[in-house]
């Protein structure tokens, strides 16, 4: 596979998740096609997790990681690809036990912030 194919496949990808087109003029245009070949266009469509899966898994990575505006982008995926909103409030409270409660805490205000919606009881 060629580095263009690469990257066609990454830019269908980024699209699939975010529902946008990849946003090459906001950044660095070496980093962008690094980014779009390499993690979307091959680590993005591995086999072995669903793209829902590897959502959440981001999602989870990035929670605990306290990476918020990142985490907000990729809300938006996760609801691009069906994740339903009850699940990530779930990710956010088993996250409270393994990645601590303030950073589940943040992950549940940027989901507010993403994904506007009156919180749910569990």
Request: proline content about 7%; aromatic content about 8%; glycine content about 8%.
């Amino acid at each position: 596979m060629t580095d263009d194919d690469r990257y066609a496949r990454g830019v269908a990808r980024f699209r699939e998740l975010f529902g946008v087109e990849p946003p090459v003029a906001s950044l660095e245009p070496g980093f962008v096609r690094v980014t779009l070949e390499h993690l979307f266009g091959e680590i993005w469509n591995r086999p072995g997790l669903a793209l829902a899966e590897r959502s959440l898994v981001t999602l989870a990575a990035l929670t605990v990681l306290n990476r918020e505006q990142e985490l907000r982008l990729h809300l938006r995926g996760a609801r691009n690809v069906g994740i339903p909103r009850e699940k990530l409030v779930e990710l956010m409270i088993h996250l409270a036990h393994y990645g601590g409660w303030p950073v589940a805490v943040a992950g549940l205000r940027a989901l507010q912030e993403a994904w506007p919606e009156t919180p749910t009881t569990p």
